[in-house]
């Protein structure tokens, strides 16, 4: 059984996740964000198991939802939340928003724009750490569309026949009634079965139940420092901040009677944030945050009190995030070319 500094050092990293990504969502709405801001409502309880798992010698690659990957691992909120807005305090100095966030100084190696970027990137860290003897497990997060890319098959195996300390967790947001759920693109009919065919030990794991992602994490983590890798997890989970199929559905027969055709990307950009989301009662079910609050209540891990506390502690960080990001200056333009090589 979790005891309850870890049981609640969890619950406040994934509050954290829930409560900055409502906070940065707003901020999108409101323009304050430019470009454009992924959320990850929902599947917190990956990002922070996994995470939690790590030591400071570790590297992270993280998926296209990186906000909330760069958090789990220990990025400064207010740093975080400056980059989205474009300003020099932000940890890349503002240049490179929520598709290239990166932070060196906790091992955060960038988002990519690129779908499936990060994977052979990952394993090439994982052959440094390998070559170098440091010890140092590289973990590269992706989502379920990924797998799909011919570059991921390239690494899976490369990194089987080197044995490279890689943790691969791709993450399957996308239940049959998503919209563009895996069945529409996945004829393996699961992500882990595209990793098991390249020899690498694969796990599906129930990606809400954030005790269960930790305790799977370290002991995969410990095996892979030993020399037995790679591993791959596929986690699954629900797009709470995402609609269903049937409501993408209606957009599109609102878009036909009125006559006003846009592409998917724009009706969806239009619709979400705007539009009352109605997530099916088993996608509520799989909410992380409430699933971990069951298990601290059944413990008596925790009172109400202090779960109040903790969301309290939180919201203040978050709060502190966007003044500081207001108030952090634009990066001035006579450092444009600064970090440019070609």
Sequence with gaps: MAGKELALELYRRMYLLR???????????????????RGAKG????????????????YVFPSLRGVADALARGADPRMVMAELFGKSGGVAGGRGGSLHLADTSHHVMGAFGVLTANVPLATGSGLAAQIAQTGAVTVCFF?????NEGVFHESMNAAALLHLPVLYVGINNAPEDADGSLAEH???????????????????????????????AATVVEDLRR??????????????GEPTRAQVQEWK??????GNYTSMLLLKKSKIGTTELTPPAHWTAGDPLPK?????????????????????????VVDDAVAFARESPEPDPATAATGVFA
């Design 227 to 240: 020399g037995n890798g790679p591993y791959f997890f596929e986690c699954q989970c629900f797009p709470l």
């Design 253 to 258: 027969d609102e878009m036909r009677r009125t």
């Design 43 to 58: 599947q917190e309880a990956i990002p922070v198991g996994v995470c939690a798992a790590l030591d400071a010698r570790d």
């Design 292 to 316: 971990l609050e069951t298990y601290i209540f059944s413990h008596a891990l925790a009172t109400e009190r202090e779960l109040d506390s903790i969301r309290d502690e939180v919201r203040h």
């Design 19 to 37: 409560a900055f990504d409502a906070a940065g969502s707003a901020a999108y709405g409101r323009k304050e964000i430019h470009g454009t801001y």
């Design 186 to 216: 996945t004829a393996a009919g699961s992500m882990a079965a595209l990793a098991h065919v390249h020899g690498i030990a694969t796990d599906v794991i129930d990606g809400t139940d954030v005790l269960n992602v930790y305790e799977r």
């Design 143 to 147: 989502g379920d569309r990924a797998t």
